[in-house]
């Protein structure tokens, strides 16, 4: 018995009568050397490029902001941040239950109080809203760390992070002196950390010191260390009803074109005391990302700030671009620069993600 022929392979057309120009070209592409390293065999299938990743998200490293409102039952939608919503204490503490059964490793609270004044009162009153609402998360006993922004612009009615001056300017040292009552309220309340984001001189080492002597040594302190006065805060001063009502913030947050400057606010806040440091915003920072974890020993953590979500969110929402691929991708970035924490306003969605993909492997 014969065996079947073999088929034949396809073969190329011939060449028809080569002209000069071609055969110049044969001859120079026999000329390429062939590659010596092969970088593309690590990326051959799904299961090489998972083993050889380098960086892998994990719920335990994301943090999500919760803005909290008086009220009961309230969960009210933000335009600006497609997903978030203004909660009542309530309703911020089963979106806490909600986010701690999905593993995601932290919460930051942002306060909308009833009044608001010269000074921020409803920052360090002992029934403020954040000090209710992390009363009221406390009590949940709940597998994740409970952080408190500590910051003036969403209580004065200026919107400004501190009393102002006559000439108009924000009095730091009366800030630093009210920032650390609302740090020692916010703890009292029962926050694991507090996270003091006013850019004020001086702020880690007022906290700290007015922490320990209320005898919360604890308490631990992630200073918004380098914080640029960035046009990426948009949404969140609409869901927070912070926006300065006269000038800027240029006066005490950081210029975004200063990078060694960066690094002096970083050595200041460690020096004075600062238990971990955040860089903010994120994504247009990765460079100061990376200059926090190469200098420092302490924790680094980023925030992807509302505007860096609203984009992705708004792009997505109009079939612009893979929402959930973007969004995983910038998380990534950050991490990939050096972030071991990552505060986001889609820790919740990118925590089920997670599990989605686990469980398809
Ligand atoms: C408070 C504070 C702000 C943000 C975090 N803490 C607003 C600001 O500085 O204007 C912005 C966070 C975000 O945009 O998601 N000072």
Not at 313 to 324: P, S, V
Not at 327 to 342: F, L, Q, Y
Not at 343 to 350: E, F, I, K
Request: proline share 7%; charged share 25%; with cysteine.
């Amino acid at each position: 018995m014969t065996a079947p022929a073999a088929p034949r392979a396809a073969r190329p057309a011939e060449p028809r009568a080569a002209s000069p120009i071609a055969i110049e070209a044969a001859a120079a592409a026999a000329r390429v050397p062939v590659p010596r390293d092969r970088p593309r065999r690590l990326r051959r299938t799904a299961a090489m490029r998972a083993l050889v990743r380098e960086t892998r998200l994990d719920p335990s490293m994301l943090v999500a902001p919760l803005f909290v409102r008086p009220g009961q039952g309230i969960r009210e939608p933000i335009g600006s941040l497609p997903g978030v919503s203004r909660l009542s204490p309530d309703e911020a503490a089963a979106e806490a239950q909600r986010l701690a059964s999905l593993g995601v490793g932290g919460i930051i609270l942002f306060g909308l109080p009833s009044e608001k004044d010269p000074v921020g009162t409803g920052a360090w009153i002992e029934d403020g809203i954040v000090q209710e609402a992390t009363r009221r998360i406390r009590s949940l006993d709940l597998a994740t760390v409970l952080i408190a922004d500590t910051c003036l612009c969403e209580y004065t009615d200026h919107g400004h992070c501190g009393p102002i001056m006559a000439d108009g300017s924000v009095d730091n040292d009366a800030a630093i002196e009210r920032l650390a009552m609302a740090a020692v309220s916010q703890a009292r309340a029962g926050a694991d950390i507090v996270a003091p984001s006013a850019m004020m001189d001086g702020q880690v080492a007022a906290i700290r010191h007015a922490l320990d002597v209320a005898g919360l040594q604890d308490t631990a302190i992630m200073a918004y260390a380098s914080k640029t006065a960035s046009g990426f805060y948009g949404p969140f001063r609409e869901a927070a009803d912070s926006a300065p009502q006269f000038g800027d913030r240029r006066g005490y947050q950081m210029d975004p074109a200063n990078g060694i400057e960066a690094l002096r606010e970083m050595r200041l806040d460690v020096e004075e005391g600062a238990d971990l440091l955040l860089v903010k915003p994120a994504l247009p920072c990765l460079d100061l990302i990376a200059a926090a974890r190469a200098g420092f020993d302490v924790p680094v953590a980023a925030y992807q700030v509302s505007g860096e979500y609203a984009m992705i969110a708004a792009a997505a929402e109009r079939g612009w671009i893979d929402g959930r691929r973007v969004m995983t991708e910038a998380v990534t970035s950050i991490v990939r620069a050096g972030a071991g924490i990552v505060l986001t306003y889609a820790a919740g969605d990118l925590a089920g993600w997670i599990a989605e993909e686990r469980d398809r492997s």
